[in-house]
């Protein structure tokens, strides 16, 4: 591996390799991480079988009537669970909405549970069969991925492996389902306009369709490219915040597809990552430096950061 001032393309790194040699890994992911805010991550554990059955599942859900899909949108709910309809969020700054349709699906949590308040309860579609056991197996498996990835970070900071176990224990992460419909010459806006995500890490599959973008250090997009089954893995806001932006989050973007691609829809599955809503995202004392001072001198707690972001992308 090279060292993280000549990587010029986001490298892909083998989670496999984080249990025979955790520091190596360590190392090579948070490079990534620290050059790009971006990281291409396989052997990721999560079941091939698992993930093709929730692929098919997400093109039936998408493929119901207008009407079916809008009777599961929650209307003053922020977009957190179930449906939100077509062009309906919007890149903070952007002019035009995105052309895209999302379902969420957020940790279960046992009655009467501390987080009730701040996490709504999901909500599953009656017209699809297996919908709820899918999702909540996949939603397992990405915690579970992005646990060690964590870890991983955790060890590049110089932190203890399981530093990151209590922030997200009960987080607020968010299981996502995205349908990019075909678009015509002429459609307004793009697929996703260029944003930073607010949460800790994301893990996305499903991205070789292509048109996901992130954007380099010198102004420049650069196309990440990756083979089948590979997670993308980025740095969200509330890392950036705790890490002083050591670890970047960095602005990315899905493109609309080239002529001859734009009749096929393209779906992928975002894993949003979040610490527990009652953290305090306070920033690291070890990525405060004289040359790096401590750009977020203000504590806020995950919850209330996720409301100002929600706000901010038309959410709320």
Request: net charge negative; aromatic share 10%; no cysteine.
């Amino acid at each position: 591996m090279t060292d993280s001032a000549e990587l010029t393309t986001v490298a892909s790194v083998s989670l496999a390799t984080s249990d025979k040699d955790p520091e190596k890994f360590a190392q090579a992911i948070g490079r990534s991480f620290e050059r790009f805010g971006f990281a291409v991550v396989a052997d990721h554990g999560i079941p091939a079988d698992l993930i093709a059955r929730a692929e098919e599942t997400a093109k039936a859900f998408f493929a119901l009537p207008e009407d079916v899909k809008r009777a599961y949108f929650v209307e003053g709910g922020a977009g957190q669970r179930g449906y939100t309809p077509f062009r309906v969020e919007t890149a903070k700054d952007a002019s035009e909405a995105d052309l895209k349709e999302f379902w969420h699906i957020g940790r279960e949590l046992p009655a009467g549970h501390r987080y009730a308040g701040e996490m709504p309860a999901n909500i599953w579609p009656a017209e699809i069969a297996d919908f709820r056991e899918t999702y909540l197996a996949l939603f397992a498996a990405f915690d579970r991925a992005g646990l060690r990835i964590l870890s991983a970070i955790a060890r590049y900071l110089g932190l203890d492996p399981h530093f990151f176990d209590d922030t997200v224990a009960d987080g607020n992460s968010i299981l996502r389902l995205l349908h990019y419909p075909p678009i015509g010459p002429d459609a307004p806006g793009i697929r996703a306009g260029a944003h930073e995500d607010i949460n800790a890490i994301t893990l996305l599959l499903g991205a070789e369709e292509g048109g996901l973008q992130l954007l380099d250090k010198d102004g420049r997009w650069l196309s990440v490219g990756i083979a089948p089954g590979e997670l993308v893995v980025n740095i969200g806001d509330m890392l950036q915040r705790l890490t002083n932006k050591r670890l970047p989050s960095t602005s990315h973007r899905v493109m609309n597809p080239p002529p001859e691609r734009r009749g096929f829809a393209r779906y992928s599955m975002p894993f949003f990552l979040h610490f527990r809503p009652d953290y305090l995202i306070e920033t690291l004392p070890q990525t405060i430096t004289p040359e790096r001072p401590d750009q977020f001198p203000e504590p806020i707690t995950a919850n209330d950061f996720l409301l100002q972001r929600l706000r901010e992308i038309k959410l709320i």
